[in-house]
């Protein structure tokens, strides 16, 4: 069985965040793998380890953004690619979804496609649904449990049920984070995934030129600060008769 899983390098959601001049600066500008794709990953890995199959890694970008790739590396994939595409971060979702079916429709091997649930920065989860559209493949999101035996089954975790359902392969999902955490890279694969050549792709037969969404490019901070009042503890009753009138005054309620 072949795997692909889709993975997108994102800037650290843990960085500080600074506004210089009106625009926004990051005191780590350094990429790392989107950590819903880490949990696709993970998904993949479980699957190699069951049912001794292959998995492929795809990311978007250019040469300097591949870590999100090694990362994948690291954690047990067996090769990787990288689909050279400048601003890729900045593409609309059906862009992105474009570039990814024509890899898949130019290397057509893949029983199975893999997609963390969305991404950080714009949380839309709609690339997997429109991959399987582009591709003409079945689609299953929100997998929390996966099983292959003579057809995929998956456990579809909504928000107040367990929804099973089958399909034939090849077919795209997406995966949910109740599908097991993301294992740690060990020294051996860090080091391995390190030394890993990534063959660059460019995509062709596009027929429409890429197109991306609005993009922040510079913010103002707003410097006015409210009065703060403090109600004393002191008693409990008077405390919130004060407080009552405030929310009244204010109308706030």
Known sequence: MNILVCVKPVFNAEAEIQVVDGKVTSSEPELVINPFDEYAVEAAVQLKEKYDASITVLTLGTTEQIEAARHAL?????????????????????????????????????????????????????VPSQVARLTGLPFVGLAGKIDISEKLTVERVLDNTVLTVSAELPTVISVVQSIGEPRFP??????????????????????????????LSRTNANKDRGECVFISPDDPVKAAGELFDKIMAEKIL
């Open 186 to 215: 060990s020294f051996m694969g860090i080091r391995k995934a390190k030394k890993a050549e990534i063959p660059s792709w460019k995509p062709s037969n596009l027929l429409m030129p890429l197109t991306s969404v609005s993009s």
């Open 74 to 126: 690291a954690m047990g994939a067996d090769e990787a690619f990288l689909a050279e595409i400048e601003n890729a971060s900045t593409l609309d979702t059906r862009s992105t979804a474009r570039v990814i079916a024509a890899f898949i429709k130019e290397d057509p091997r893949f029983d199975l496609i893999i997609f963390g649930r969305q991404t950080v920065e714009f949380g839309s989860g709609l």
